[in-house]
């Protein structure tokens, strides 16, 4: 972002994700929303010298990012289509183990990263047939995965359904605590000097002259050289948006489910897909086991439908989860956008907003590399090659024939479908 208007000049030292920079001009910093977006945006750039607020409509981390199971799959999860995401999440997943040791030792708290793999199961022959087709169509695109038989699935975790006839193994893929992250990543932000005002909602973007001068809280108007929209799924709603800068994001409900293994002797070790779930153990015994994909709109209500659903893949691959006691039960809305890739960077002809939103399904794998290419661009207003496809502007053009914006989507019909 060019420097404009009242700024201060700081010398600073950038935090080890950004490129480096003179001391300059740093603008004032307004972030919209303090889910796992919008607080390590804060925390970059406050590291950096900026002065940043950042507001959130109710607690910090409580979106999204708490409802999320935080695997790190940029591997296992990349599907036919979405090719053109994969430059992104690779990225960030290299960005992980360094960002997680800053991170760490910043603020003295854990976000247990785990890089020790993640495996696909199939469990009958139609099960092999469909892995192996995303097997061949993974590797095809570089990916680093192994193909297991029956017994090394069983050797890897032994307590899965002994019928497992096959897996996948990707490395590379794992997982963090999602919602350590969130307190861990408010920590960093305060400590930066970032200013945290939770349960304050932004009622409207203030735009002047075509650019965004602030945000408005409480009937008041808060002055600032850049607004970063992360909103989550609640991008759109925002009032004031010039009709170029409302990110078609909508929310894509989630419902999830934790189960209480012995933490000494778990049930399993590893992230696992069998299908029509996922199962992610944690350090301290708990089992996630997630997750539906409905859309929904705003309904956040669990139903006996999607538990079940979900119980019932989780036994069938897991038979022990019988005897575990269920902890906790809650749903979520991932930031779906209009074609399931997030939005980030400069908004043509709003100067001074900045998007941070769309992450949908993989928004914890994409905390780091947003975190450094968005708070990059911030400071120096280089878009980044990696940023560049992910622009707003993208979605400039003639509307889908059926009127919805929704990936031409029913919102009320129910995808079933098992998605992080
Ligand atoms: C069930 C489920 C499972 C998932 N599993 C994974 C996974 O395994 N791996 C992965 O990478 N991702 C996963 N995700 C996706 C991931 O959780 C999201 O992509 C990510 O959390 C998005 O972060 P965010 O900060 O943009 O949004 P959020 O965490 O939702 O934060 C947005 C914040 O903005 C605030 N806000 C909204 N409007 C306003 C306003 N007007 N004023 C002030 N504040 C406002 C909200 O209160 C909220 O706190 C999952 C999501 C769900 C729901």
Same mark, same amino acid.
């Given at each position: 972002?060019?420097?404009?208007?009242?700024?201060?000049?700081?010398?600073?030292?950038?935090?080890?994700?950004?490129?480096?920079?003179?001391?300059?001009?740093?603008?004032?910093?307004?972030?919209?929303?303090?889910?796992?977006?919008?607080?390590?945006?804060?925390?970059?750039?406050?590291?950096?010298?900026?002065?940043?607020?950042?507001?959130?409509?109710?607690?910090?981390?409580?979106?999204?990012?708490?409802?999320?199971?935080?695997?790190?799959?940029?591997?296992?999860?990349?599907?036919?289509?979405?090719?053109?995401?994969?430059?992104?999440?690779?990225?960030?997943?290299?960005?992980?183990?360094?960002?997680? #040791?800053?991170?760490?030792?910043?603020?003295?708290?854990?976000?247990?990263?785990?890089?020790?793999?993640?495996?696909?199961?199939?469990?009958?022959?139609?099960?092999?047939?469909?892995?192996? #087709?995303?097997?061949?169509?993974?590797?095809?695109?570089?990916?680093?995965?192994?193909?297991?038989?029956?017994?090394?699935?069983? *050797?890897? *975790?032994?307590?899965?359904?002994?019928?497992?006839?096959?897996?996948?193994?990707?490395?590379?893929?794992?997982?963090?605590?999602?919602?350590?992250?969130?307190?861990?990543?408010?920590?960093?932000?305060?400590?930066?000097?970032?200013?945290?005002?939770?349960?304050?909602?932004?009622?409207?973007?203030?735009?002047?002259?075509?650019?965004?001068?602030?945000?408005?809280?409480?009937?008041?108007?808060?002055?600032?050289?850049?607004?970063?929209?992360?909103?989550?799924?609640?991008?759109?709603?925002?009032?004031?948006?010039?009709?170029?800068?409302?990110?078609?994001?909508?929310?894509?409900? !989630?419902?999830?489910? #934790?189960?209480?293994?012995?933490?000494?002797?778990?049930?399993?070790?590893?992230?696992?897909?069998?299908?029509?779930?996922?199962?992610?153990?944690?350090?301290?015994?708990?089992?996630?086991?997630?997750?539906?994909? *409905?859309?929904?709109?705003?309904?956040?209500?669990?139903?006996?439908?999607?538990?079940?659903?979900?119980?019932?893949?989780?036994?069938?691959?897991?038979? !022990?989860?019988?005897?575990?006691?269920?902890?906790?039960?809650?749903?979520?809305?991932?930031?779906?956008?209009?074609?399931?890739?997030?939005?980030?960077?400069?908004?043509?002809?709003?100067?001074?907003?900045?998007?941070?939103?769309?992450?949908?399904?993989?928004?914890?794998?994409?905390?780091?590399?947003?975190?450094?290419?968005?708070?990059?661009?911030?400071?120096?207003?280089?878009?980044?090659?990696?940023?560049?496809?992910?622009?707003?502007?993208?979605?400039?053009?003639?509307?889908?024939?059926?009127?919805?914006?929704?990936?031409?989507?029913?919102?009320?019909?129910?995808?079933?479908?098992?998605?992080?």
């Amino acid at each position: 972002m060019p420097a404009k208007g009242d700024r201060k000049t700081v010398t600073h030292i950038p935090p080890s994700g950004i490129s480096s920079r003179k001391p300059a001009a740093l603008p004032r910093v307004v972030i919209i929303g303090a889910g796992c977006i919008g607080l390590s945006l804060a925390w970059r750039l406050a590291s950096a010298g900026c002065t940043v607020d950042v507001h959130d409509q109710g607690a910090a981390g409580l979106g999204a990012t708490h409802a999320a199971a935080g695997m790190l799959a940029a591997a296992v999860e990349t599907e036919p289509g979405e090719q053109p995401l994969l430059p992104l999440t690779l990225d960030s997943q290299r960005r992980w183990p360094a960002f997680a #040791a800053e991170l760490e030792a910043y603020t003295g708290l854990p976000v247990d990263l785990r890089a020790d793999g993640t495996m696909q199961v199939a469990l009958t022959r139609d099960d092999v047939e469909v892995l192996r #087709a995303g097997y061949e169509f993974q590797r095809g695109l570089g990916l680093n995965l192994k193909w297991l038989s029956g017994a090394q699935v069983k *050797e890897r *975790e032994p307590w899965l359904n002994p019928r497992a006839a096959a897996g996948v193994l990707g490395a590379d893929d794992g997982q963090v605590d999602n919602r350590k992250l969130a307190v861990a990543l408010k920590a960093a932000a305060l400590k930066a000097g970032a200013r945290l005002h939770e349960h304050s909602a932004v009622q409207a973007l203030s735009v002047s002259g075509g650019r965004a001068d602030g945000v408005v809280v409480g009937g008041v108007l808060r002055a600032a050289d850049v607004v970063v929209l992360a909103a989550g799924a609640w991008s759109r709603q925002l009032a004031g948006l010039p009709d170029a800068a409302v990110p078609p994001v909508r929310p894509v409900k !989630g419902q999830m489910l #934790a189960l209480r293994m012995d933490a000494a002797q778990p049930l399993l070790r590893h992230v696992v897909w069998p299908p029509k779930c996922y199962l992610v153990p944690r350090l301290d015994g708990r089992l996630i086991v997630g997750a539906t994909t *409905e859309e929904k709109g705003w309904d956040d209500r669990l139903t006996a439908g999607g538990v079940l659903a979900l119980l019932e893949a989780a036994w069938r691959a897991l038979p !022990g989860v019988e005897e575990l006691p269920i902890e906790e039960m809650w749903t979520g809305f991932r930031p779906g956008s209009r074609d399931d890739a997030p939005i980030l960077g400069p908004v043509p002809d709003v100067d001074g907003l900045v998007m941070a939103t769309g992450h949908h399904r993989n928004g914890i794998l994409l905390t780091p590399g947003t975190a450094d290419l968005v708070a990059d661009h911030i400071l120096t207003g280089r878009v980044d090659p990696l940023l560049a496809p992910f622009g707003i502007g993208r979605f400039q053009g003639p509307r889908p024939q059926n009127g919805t914006d929704q990936r031409g989507t029913d919102q009320r019909a129910i995808d079933q479908r098992v998605r992080a």
